[in-house]
């Protein structure tokens, strides 16, 4: 299977998100599947060379312009498994919001971390609508904790399934 696996942090760059994205490429990518890691352009590095995974460092500010790149980087992919925490897109940048939407395979949403966030607190009821609607238009959702999946419990996707 061809995997895409969205992220807004990949080594070098230090962070949980991306550390559970090189170790989740690997391990997908030690079973036999083809593992694409779409990131920012600060992952940029050779240290990747010798890694099972390819890297594609395609994103900038996690714009309009950037979600082209990121569709035209998984046009042949099975499936893509964005790693979402929303620091990790430049807080609430709409764009990555808009993902399930504008990518051609279809698109399983992982959420990490759904606390209010320091870098946009007070967007409240806005910022609860924008991860439900995020969640309820992916294909899949996986919530990382039980507090998550109580945030996300708006989602149709997670109703469906366990924690």
């Known amino acids: 299977m061809k995997i895409g696996l969205l992220t807004g942090e990949f080594p070098p760059q230090h962070g949980g998100i991306a550390d559970f994205t090189r170790i989740l490429a690997t391990a997908l990518a030690d079973r036999g599947h083809a ?3 779409i990131t920012t352009l ?3 590095t050779t240290q990747h060379f010798s890694a099972p995974y390819t ?3 395609v994103a900038r500010h996690w714009g309009w312009l950037d979600l082209w790149r990121v569709r035209q980087c998984t046009a042949d992919l099975d499936i893509v498994n964005l ?3 929303a620091a990790a897109f430049g807080a609430m940048r709409l764009p990555i919001h808009l993902a399930p939407h504008w990518l051609r395979p279809p698109l399983v949403a992982t959420f990490h971390d759904l606390r209010t966030p320091y870098l946009f607190p007070k967007a409240g009821a ?3 609508a924008v ?3 995020l969640a309820s238009s992916a294909a899949g959702v996986i919530a990382t904790n039980i507090a998550d999946h109580a945030e996300l419990a708006g989602s149709s996707k997670l109703q469906r399934s366990a924690v």
């Open 35 to 37: 593992v694409r890691v």
């Open 42 to 44: 600060s992952a940029q």
């Open 55 to 57: 890297v594609h460092p």
């Open 83 to 85: 790693q979402y925490q």
């Open 126 to 128: 806005l910022r609860a």
């Open 131 to 133: 991860l439900r609607r």
